[in-house]
């Protein structure tokens, strides 16, 4: 059974914090992916990785950044959070780049920036 | 540009048998996948078509015609639990996932 988790589920900041989102998977999947998810607009690709170390920006990669040390873990990091920021991201894996797999998604992290 | 377009909202009665229906204009087609998503929930993945027709899957079917650009879930016998939002997405010439904005679905006893 595929499981990607994220770090927290609710989390609430104030403008111009640091913030951190983990997400780890545990299928040894090769494609990692942040999306923000808003009502009305669908979701959003920010970043995507396939491979460690290895990172391509989305459609909305201004004001994140991520990392991927390991395989299993994909880090969405928000260098300065602004209220704008304040939104559902959710994280996402499959097996590999060029292929017809779905994408399994984490239970998501419901970010509020004061 | 690249676009996939879904109603937004759509009610129908418990027992009953409704269609969601998805058009996309993308650069390119590898693919295409419906999602549910309950409120507050993440995504969890339905049915994926990559050639035309119809593919079955208990209460659920998903149809797809590339040449005219447009899929449909069909829900049969409708449940209460069939409450959520629908989400159509299809892979591009380059694997990357266009998504819709969904469709809300509404069950009504």
């Known amino acids: 059974d595929v499981k990607v988790t994220q770090s927290s589920r609710y989390l609430v900041k104030r403008t111009g914090e640091k913030v951190f989102l983990e997400c780890v998977q545990d299928m040894d999947h090769e494609n990692m992916f942040w999306y923000r998810q808003d009502p009305g607009l669908g979701l959003r690709l920010i970043y995507f990785s396939y491979d460690v170390k290895m990172k391509e920006k989305g459609d909305i990669p201004e004001g994140y950044s991520v990392s991927r040390e390991k395989k299993e873990r994909f880090s969405l990091i928000l260098e300065s959070a602004s209220t704008n920021q304040t939104s559902m991201y959710l994280c996402?894996?499959?097996?590999?780049?060029?292929?017809?797999?779905?994408?399994?998604f984490g239970p998501g992290t419901r970010l509020t920036v004061t | 540009g690249q676009n996939i377009d879904q109603p937004t909202e759509m009610t129908a009665t418990e027992g009953a048998i409704v269609q969601i229906n998805c058009t996309y204009q993308t650069s390119g087609f590898n693919g295409l996948f419906w999602y549910q998503q309950h409120a507050g929930e993440a995504p969890t993945f339905l049915s994926y078509n990559v050639l035309d027709g119809l593919e079955e899957k208990g209460r659920f079917s998903s149809f797809l015609s590339r040449s005219k650009g447009y899929s449909y879930l069909l829900l049969k016998e409708l449940q209460m639990k069939d409450s959520a939002s629908y989400l159509c997405?299809?892979?591009?010439?380059?694997?990357?996932?266009?998504w819709g904005a969904g469709t809300k679905l509404i069950i009504k006893p």
């Open positions: 997405a299809v892979y591009d010439s380059n694997y990357q996932l266009i």
């Open positions: 996402a894996s499959n097996p590999d780049r060029a292929s017809s797999y779905e994408q399994y």
